[in-house]
C-alpha cells in the first residue's frame, strides 16, 4: 500500500473531527471524562484548523485512493529548560480501518522530517500513562520518557 503525506486543507476538517474519539479510547484516569478529553480536543483542533498558530502544521496521510488514513498535528515551542527550538506532537491519529499498516510510523517519520528541517533539537509529545498501547508504540520508535506529571484530585466529580 501507497501513502502519501499532504498538507492539511479545509476539506480534512470532517476527517479530522472524526477521529476524535481516539484520543480517549483507554482505561482513563478516575478524575477525566471521556466527553471532557473529546469535548477539549475537538475545540484545540478546531482552533488549529481555523486559524493556526505561526509554526504549527497539519499532515494528512491518505491511501492511493485518496482516502485518509490519519494525521498528524506539530507545533514549534521553546524548551523550557535550555531555550532550543523544539516541535511538539500536538495531536496523532490514525483511522481505526488502517490500524496496524505503518501509518503512525510513516506520519511520526514526517514529524521528524519537518522537526529537523525547522532546526529543532527535540521532538516531544505528552501521552497518558494508562495509553499503554501508544507509549509502547512511541518507545519503539526510540522515545524516551522524560517528566512524569502528577495529579492529585481535590473534588469528587459526578458522572
Request: glycine share 6%; charged share 25%; hydrophobic share 40%.
Amino acid at each position: 500500500m501507497t501513502i502519501n503525506i499532504r498538507l492539511f486543507a479545509p476539506s480534512d476538517v470532517n476527517f479530522i473531527e472524526s477521529l476524535i474519539p481516539r484520543f480517549s479510547e483507554f482505561d482513563l484516569p478516575a478524575w477525566r471524562q471521556k466527553n471532557e478529553i473529546d469535548h477539549a480536543n475537538f475545540h484545540a483542533l478546531k482552533k488549529a484548523m481555523e486559524t493556526p498558530e505561526p509554526g504549527s502544521v497539519i499532515y494528512i496521510a491518505e491511501d492511493q485512493a485518496g482516502k485518509p488514513a490519519g494525521f498528524i498535528h506539530l507545533q514549534i515551542q521553546t524548551d523550557y529548560f535550555n531555550g532550543e527550538k523544539v516541535a511538539y506532537i500536538s495531536d496523532i491519529a490514525v483511522n481505526a480501518s488502517f490500524e496496524g499498516q505503518g501509518i503512525g510510523r510513516i506520519l511520526l517519520g514526517k514529524a521528524e522530517e519537518f522537526s529537523r528541517e525547522q532546526g529543532c533539537s527535540l521532538l516531544t509529545l505528552y501521552v497518558f500513562s494508562k495509553n499503554s498501547r501508544a507509549r509502547k508504540f512511541y518507545e519503539k520508535l526510540d522515545f524516551h520518557e522524560e517528566v512524569t506529571k502528577y495529579v492529585k484530585p481535590l473534588f469528587q466529580k459526578e458522572h
